[in-house]
């Protein structure tokens, strides 16, 4: 009943926003930001709740489609759920001074993001999961030309075409799946995949890797996030960076857990990942703009956590909980830091740190950097240890060295920032934050520090969520007692 | 007329075969095209080679559509009614898709008067 | 040519996998949902896979259909409109002031009768959208009632996920069927429980999204 | 016969599709792609699918074009 609330609340949130406007614009956006924070609420209450939240939902029960909140999924909508209050929150602040236009449309199209980014996490059914990876990716299209910028539209377009090619391959494998199997819930086919032709399982596979593939960002597909990320305006980039990736990364690896066809393919998950890490640094190195860094950055941290959630085993896919963990904390800090920046500066060259002046966001900035960069006391350090470890364990030692090296390379970027930063020079004026925006930094970093301090208190939670996203067999029966 | 093309698997090489050549046209413009509306009829044409290989291998030609009327209730001999529903959906959301990058192409073209998607590169200087 | 080399090797790998295992009949989900599908009293399977069994897709796609229009009219919107040039044709004006009402008609049928023929809420609303695209494109001086059309499809959004939420509360599923929808009415207009209101629910919902898609389109202001 | 009907239809949908993609001319790369939809619209039909051939029939084939056409008067018209 409550998996259910999760994405039908924000829905219909979004349906009545065009007649909630007419009570103001301050209303939409308070109601928008208490509807979320609710979800927040509702979210950390199962939590806190007994250690078994697994709920299946069916719509229509014998054959409809069905929903499954687990310890894994729930981890996930935490997350999400918690991103979209700390934006809003940051948001309610920022427009003050520096609002979209039409408003109204950017509380919709938030709203409708985070749906469509719990629906995906939720869904037990492969067509459902289409659906809601439509809905993620056109209000994400809209996001990014939000500003109707030349640049701004340009994103957008990219992002479409990518995107409706992306839901091409993604059809394309729902109909193979469809046609062999006989059905749609992740269950059934699960248990039938095995039986299937060779060929066919191959051909599922590789579909569902170039469709999923265009969305989490791997290698030779994700020619696009960098210019989108730059185009788009640099306060949605937060969203894209904090949830949207994380969505899909979830989505592709629920599903590849499932139904893998061989252990060879997982190997090649594995050297994908680590490739492109590599490729996402070196490009990394020679960029001047911070938006377009940071994209690169993201790239070489998506990649890791798709290297760690393809080594497939349950230490690994802890890791990679860390990491998304510190990863989505950080990049909201870095995206909502650079929006104050760009504010005051109008400007996203890397020259433009060194007039910053403000302590508090310098400080702020520093310690999401660090956890990127992997320092130990940071996020980011407990999450990578634990990948390079597992990596070591299980014998990719080439893997190990490509991201040790990629690591370095990344380091040499955030040092150059860091150095930016700190340099001296002719400063701006002091730089104002207000309250609410610097409530919403201390938390994201002190949420950073403590989970780089005292990784005990998640890791029990973690791993325990890496193993339900592992077990398959307890999920397909709970999807299957569930009728 | 042609009576050996008739049998059902015959059909299903039909089905695939043309069906492929359909998504080969749609790729081939996809990757050979510059212009924005050339790209979005190129992705249409590749969504509609898929729906036809799915309802045309989902076919069987002895089965009558999944509508109960008079003369037609026998439900064991009607076409399975689920890739109909998907395909319906699939079709509309394509469609969404594809209006709001027509929209946004109008927009980028008012603004850069560019139409070639090669050339988009405000961002690389 | 390399476009035309590169695709024609994916295809044609492809269609070799494809053709090499071309799938047996089997039992499918969709046969046992036919057999079910008796049980609701709707003649359409297809209807009944749309609205009952896949409702929550359609849910998704009429939110798919709300942000794309959303989205065109904030890509489209400017302060200036499209100016009235010359008149249209005479003949063109009254034959399309003479159509909107059958196409209207035809749409509404369509909607109606979902549940019993080929045809439901997506295919009447976007009949009744390009009704009103013809009007658009005859009369320059026309233009859709913007409050009236909002008002409208926030009432079938809200509608549609009330719905689903009284049948959550009442029979513990989302979407169920929870007015009287006896299988010996099969056949007639009042049958099937929510299913036709429903889809009439989405088809207003569908009409009034790509009207306001339309009116974007055609009434963009022709410079910047 | 219906053997021989589809294995037309096919033929004829291919290529007016690959006539609409190396089209020079916008207008008549989108008349030729309402082809296309129309051809699907009697393959569906054929199929035992006349949901999907009358949605076809109404996005596929009309409202997708009609918006590509009402695309055109505000872009370039070659390409």
Redesign the interface.
């Known amino acids: 009943m409550s998996s259910i609330l999760f994405v039908a609340l924000p829905l219909l949130f979004g349906f009545v926003t065009p007649v909630l406007a007419k009570l103001g614009k301050d209303g939409v956006a308070y109601a928008s930001t208490l509807m979320q924070a609710f979800l927040l609420y509702l979210a950390f209450s199962l939590l806190s709740g007994d250690s078994s939240h697994i709920e299946v939902i069916s719509i229509a029960p014998p054959l409809g489609i069905s929903f499954t909140l687990n310890s894994a999924s729930l981890l996930f909508v935490a997350l999400f759920t918690f991103m979209m209050t700390l934006f809003s929150l940051y948001y309610l602040s920022h427009r003050k001074t520096d609002a979209y236009k039409n408003e109204t449309k950017f509380f919709i199209l938030i709203n409708m993001l985070l749906a469509a980014s719990i629906g995906l996490v939720l869904s037990s059914d492969i067509f459902n999961i289409y659906v809601f990876f439509e809905i993620a990716g056109i209000s994400a299209y809209i996001l990014s030309a939000y500003e109707k910028t030349p640049s701004a539209l340009e994103a957008g377009l990219k992002y479409l075409i990518t995107g409706a090619l992306a839901s091409v391959f993604l059809i394309f494998a729902i109909v193979l799946i469809y046609m062999n199997l006989g059905s749609l819930n992740l269950g059934v086919i699960a248990q039938g995949f095995e039986s299937l032709a060779f060929n066919t399982k191959l051909l599922i596979s590789l579909l569902l890797l170039i469709g999923f593939g265009f969305k989490v960002e791997i290698f030779p597909l994700n020619f696009w996030v960098v210019d989108v990320y730059q185009g788009s305006s640099t306060l949605i980039n937060s969203l894209f960076s904090a949830i949207v990736v994380k969505a899909y990364l979830f989505v592709f690896f629920h599903i590849a857990y499932l139904f893998l066809p061989s252990a060879e393919f997982s190997v090649f998950l594995i050297y994908l990942g680590g490739l492109s890490m590599l490729v996402a640094e070196i490009a990394g190195l020679r960029q001047t703009n911070l938006k377009r860094l940071f994209a690169y950055s993201s790239l070489g941290q998506v990649a890791l956590i798709f290297t760690a959630f393809a080594l497939q085993n349950r230490d690994a896919i802890q890791a990679a909980l860390f990491i998304v963990l510190a990863h989505s904390i950080a990049k909201a800090i870095i995206f909502f830091a650079l929006t104050s920046i760009q504010k005051e500066h109008k400007s996203m060259d890397i020259e433009t740190l060194k007039e910053l002046n403000s302590p508090f966001l310098r400080a702020i900035m520093l310690i999401a950097i660090l956890s990127l960069l992997g320092i130990p006391l940071f996020a980011g350090f407990v999450g990578k240890l634990l990948v390079l470890k597992s990596l070591a364990v299980s014998g990719f030692i080439g893997v190990l060295v490509i991201i040790i090296i990629a690591s370095l390379l990344e380091s040499v970027y955030y040092f150059k920032l860091a150095g930016f930063m700190f340099a001296k020079g002719e400063k701006r004026e002091a730089l104002e934050i207000d309250f609410t925006q610097k409530l919403v930094f201390s938390l994201l970093a002190f949420l950073l520090l403590t989970i780089g301090t005292m990784p005990f208190i998640f890791s029990g939670f973690l791993s325990e969520s890496a193993s339900v996203m592992l077990d398959s067999s307890t999920y397909i029966l709970n999807l299957m007692g569930g009728r | 007329m042609f009576e050996y093309l008739n049998d059902s698997t015959t059909i299903k090489y039909i089905v695939t075969i043309g069906s492929m050549a359909l998504f080969f046209v749609g790729l081939f413009g996809l990757l050979s095209q510059k212009h924005f509306i050339k790209i979005f009829i190129s992705i249409a044409t590749m969504e509609t080679a898929l729906f036809l290989f799915f309802i045309g291998n989902m076919f069987n030609k002895n089965f009558t559509a999944p509508i109960i009327s008079e003369g037609f209730t026998d439900i064991a001999k009607m076409n399975d009614p689920i890739p109909h529903a998907l395909i319906l959906t699939a079709i509309v959301i394509g469609m969404a898709v594809l209006a709001l990058g027509v929209s946004m192409s109008i927009e980028y073209y008012k603004l850069t008067g560019n139409t070639d998607i090669d050339k988009m590169n405000e961002m690389r200087h | 040519m390399s476009g035309f080399t590169l695709s024609a090797v994916f295809v044609l790998t492809l269609l070799k996998l494809l053709l090499e295992n071309i799938p047996q009949s089997m039992h499918r989900a969709g046969d046992s949902l036919l057999e079910l599908n008796s049980t609701d009293g709707v003649a359409n399977g297809v209807t009944t896979v749309v609205v009952y069994f896949r409702g929550f897709d359609t849910l998704g796609e009429i939110a798919v259909l709300f942000i794309a229009s959303l989205g065109i009219g904030l890509m489209l919107s400017q302060n200036k409109r499209c100016t009235i040039k010359a008149q249209s044709n005479f003949m063109l004006h009254t034959a399309a002031k003479l159509l909107f009402p059958i196409i209207t008609l035809y749409g509404i049928y369509v909607m109606v009768y979902g549940h019993l023929s080929p045809g439901g809420g997506f295919q009447g609303g976007v009949i009744i959208a390009s009704g009103v695209l013809l009007l658009l494109v005859s009369h320059r001086d026309f233009e859709v009632p913007h409050s009236f059309i909002v008002a409208l499809e926030t009432f079938a959004g809200v509608c549609y996920v009330l719905i689903g939420l009284i049948g959550l509360f009442t029979l513990d599923v989302f979407l169920g069927n929870f007015l009287p929808h006896d299988i010996s009415q099969m056949g007639l207009l009042m049958s099937g429980g929510i299913i036709p209101i429903i889809y009439i629910i989405v088809g207003i919902k569908v009409g009034s999204e790509m009207s306001m898609i339309a009116q974007n389109l055609i009434k963009r202001g022709d410079d910047v | ?4 009907l ?2 037309s239809l ?2 004829g ?2 290529v007016v ?2 006539a ?2 190396i089209q020079k001319k ?1 207008a008549d ?2 008349i030729l ?1 309402m082809g ?2 129309l051809g ?1 619209v009697v ?2 039909f054929i ?10 029939a ?3 084939a ?3 074009s ?3 056409l ?3 008067k ?3 018209a070659e ?1």
Not at chain 4, 1 to 4: Q, W, Y
Not at chain 4, 47 to 56: G, S
């Open positions: 016969m219906i053997g021989f589809i294995l096919f033929l949908i291919v599709a690959f609409s993609i916008l790369s989108i792609f296309v939809g699907s393959l569906f199929f035992n699918a006349p949901d999907v051939a009358l949605t076809e109404v996005i596929g009309g409202i997708s009609l918006i590509f009402m695309a055109l505000h872009l370039k390409s």
